[in-house]
Structures are given as C-alpha cells and as structure tokens.
C-alpha cells in the first residue's frame, strides 16, 4: 500500500535516475521535454501564462516582490520568475540542488535561494514571503492530507496583503488537450459527480496525475485557513510558437487578508 512517506521517496529515486542519466535527461523530466533549452524556454512560458500574468492583474510591475515555489524541479520556473521578482526560493524533496543551482547560475540568475524539503512542509519562517506559486506539482501528491498541509504552510509563510498562485489536479474526460471551451465546461459540470464535491486519490504511476480536487473543496480549505479565493483558472498547454490548448489543472488565485 502507498503511503506518503513512499510516495515522497519514489518520487526521489526517480528523480536520482534521471539525474544519474544526462542533463538534458535530468532538465526535461520535470515537464518531459527533450533537452534542458526546451525545459527552460517553456518554462518562460508556463510561468508568464500561469502565474506572471495572474499576479500583473493585481500587482502591475512585480519586481519589488519575494516569492516561493513550491516543486521547483530542475529550476525551468525559478529561471523566469527570477526576471519577474525582485528574488525567489524554491523548495522541493530532491538532493540535487546543487546541479539546478550550476544550471542557474550558468543561465545568468543569480537573485534565487534553492531548499530541500521534507515533502510536506515549507521551511521558511511565518510571514516571510509576498508570493507563493506552485505549478504541476501538487497533482502529483497523491494524498489531501499532503495537499491540505501545503494549503495551511501558503497561508502560514505569506505576509498579509500576499498571494498564492497554485495549481492542482481536476477531474478531466473530455477536454485535456483541446481548445474547446465547451468541452471544458462540460468536464467541469460533470466534475462535482465525479469528485463528490471533494477529491480523489488515484493509486498512479510517479509524475502522473495522483490527486484531483473540486475546486469547491479547495475554496472550504481556504476559507478555514483565513485565505480569501480570488479566482480559479484553467491551466493550458502550449509550446512557446503554438496555440494554447487546456491542461490537466486547475488554478487557485489566493489571497491572505
């Protein structure tokens, strides 16, 4: 039976072989790319779709904030939000910081703070962060627990007047890979079905989608947390030349009073 603490550890003894592999092997595994440039140049784009542009609607210029990434992976995210934030930490479960730190480095980003996890926690102090986003991570966690603890860590390291950027699993049958609006709405009528208004943990190969959740169930656990819901969004998929078609998230805009 899958627990969490064997999840966390499968999810490292994949990332390892990976890492052991190539660098390209190493950089494209987070977002299966085919080599470290085309992680990074989608990452630019990911960022700006899905967590830039949310955050200008509310901010305008970004660059006197500090954020944290939840799942920073082989860095492709930090890259972008680094020209975007006046600094940025990222925290994930993985022992190869140091390689992603080179990586950066050799990229031209120097204004970000790279930290290991214990899978379930954020170690930073309460009230330390303006921002804090998480993308195609938290699908992964398989367990509400693990993801309702990563809500409550948001709302503890925010400073007030912050906000979180964070997308999760959802219920998806019709319209993943489409640019149809009517097959999503459709999946979202029938998500509240599917999910029972709550979630599902699904028993998943590592990197696949392990945990979906109704945005309802989401909007209650931010309620409680003292978290104010400012939006949901769909998230998308694209190549940085093509057009966008709709992903396998869903999106949270949260804000701390």
């Known amino acids: 039976m899958t627990t969490p603490e064997n999840h966390i550890t499968g999810f490292k003894e994949e990332i390892t072989r990976a890492e052991a592999a190539s660098k390209d092997t190493f950089f494209g595994w ?7 440039d085309a992680a990074f140049a989608e990452g630019v784009w990911d960022f700006d779709a899905h ?14 904030l500090k954020a944290l990434e ?8 930090i890259a972008a939000a680094a020209e975007r934030f006046n600094s940025v930490i990222g925290v994930d479960i993985h022992h190869h910081r ?12 120097e204004n970000f703070q790279l930290l290991e996890s214990d899978g379930k926690t954020l170690p930073l102090e309460d009230g330390s962060v303006d921002i804090v986003y998480s993308f195609v991570v938290l699908q992964h ?26 997308y999760y699993g959802r219920f998806h049958r019709f319209s993943v890979n489409t640019t149809s609006k ?11 079905l599917a999910l029972r208004g709550r979630y599902r943990e699904l028993d998943a190969a590592i990197n696949s989608t392990n945990l979906r ?45």
């Open 51 to 64: 967590i830039g542009q949310p955050l200008k609607d509310i901010y305008g210029p970004l660059d006197n």
């Open 182 to 192: 009517l097959r999503y709405m459709l999946d979202r009528w029938i998500e509240p």
């Open 141 to 166: 966690v398989q367990f509400i627990d693990i993801f309702n603890q990563y809500l409550a860590e948001t709302a503890r390291v925010l400073k007030p007047g912050g906000h979180g950027v964070l």
């Open 98 to 109: 140091e390689r992603v730190e080179t990586e950066l480095k050799q990229r031209g980003i």
């Open 213 to 257: 959740v109704h945005p309802g169930y989401v909007a209650a656990q931010a309620r409680r947390l003292g978290l104010r819901v400012c939006a949901t969004l769909p998230s998308k998929r694209n190549t940085p030349s093509g057009p966008w078609r709709y992903g396998r998230q869903h999106g949270v805009v949260l804000s701390k009073p």
């Open 30 to 36: 987070f977002n299966n790319s085919d080599d470290a």
């Open 70 to 77: 939840i799942g920073y992976g082989g860095g492709r995210l």
